[in-house]
T-cell receptor
């Protein structure tokens, strides 16, 4: 299994739709996970951190399934501005902020 | 919030030349900086970890003599791509942290080698 694996998409959804992405990881010992949003040729921006079973922030919900070693990101009521690439990440051994990233899932929200 | 400034944003250079990319933490002391490379539609690949005042630790497969990293102060790390070739064309991005607190990313540098 790759260290971090994501469905590259693209996910093409209409405004208002609910969309979910999964990210599988190989390191069962990892305690923290992150979802980042990245726009084309820009730096990734932290969207959510996941330390236990899940986290919710407005329209965004992240969940962690340790048994199956995946995290998910749910976006409700999609907006045009949600169009971006969503990266999951977690720390490599040797440092809390030494992150390994997935290749990202592209989301395109259309009118 | 804290800011990490990365310069230049874009650079185009001829094959065989060297390019230096700077990463500065503007309002905090970055004890550790990380350098990543991202090819189109691929993930950010960690190249090296840079701790202030010590030699950088490179990830497997990254040539330390080609990608020179210097972290001489708590606010500045530089990545020099030596003798750049077209296959080095990529998006390079740094991130910085102070004592493993929050992580902040620079805005990235798009390198195009002709």
């Amino acid at each position: 299994r790759k260290e971090v694996e994501q469905d590259p998409g693209p996910f093409n959804v209409p405004e208002g739709a609910t969309v979910a992405f999964n990210c599988t990881y190989s390191n069962s010992a990892s305690q923290s996970f992150f979802w980042y949003r990245q726009d084309c040729r820009k730096e990734p921006k932290l969207l959510m951190s996941v330390y236990s079973s899940g986290n919710e922030d407005g329209r965004f919900t992240a969940q962690l399934n340790r048994a199956s070693q995946y995290i998910s990101l749910l976006i409700r009521d999609s907006k045009l501005s949600d169009s971006a690439t969503y990266l999951c990440a977690y720390p490599l051994s040797g440092g809390y902020n030494k992150l390994i990233f997935g290749a990202g899932t592209r989301l395109a929200v259309h009118p | 919030g804290a800011v990490v400034s990365q310069h230049p944003s874009w650079v185009i250079c001829k094959s065989g030349t060297s390019v230096k990319i700077e990463c500065r933490s503007l309002d905090f002391q970055a004890t550790t900086m990380f350098w990543y490379r991202q090819f189109p539609k691929q993930s950010l690949m960690l190249m090296a970890t840079s701790n202030e005042g010590s030699k950088a630790t490179y990830e497997q497969g990254v040539e330390k003599d080609k990608f020179l990293i210097n972290h001489a102060s708590l606010t500045l790390s530089t990545l020099t791509v030596t003798s750049a070739h077209p296959e080095d064309s990529s998006f390079y991005i740094c991130s910085a942290t102070a004592y493993n607190e929050k992580l902040f990313f620079g805005s990235g540098t798009q390198l195009s080698v002709l």
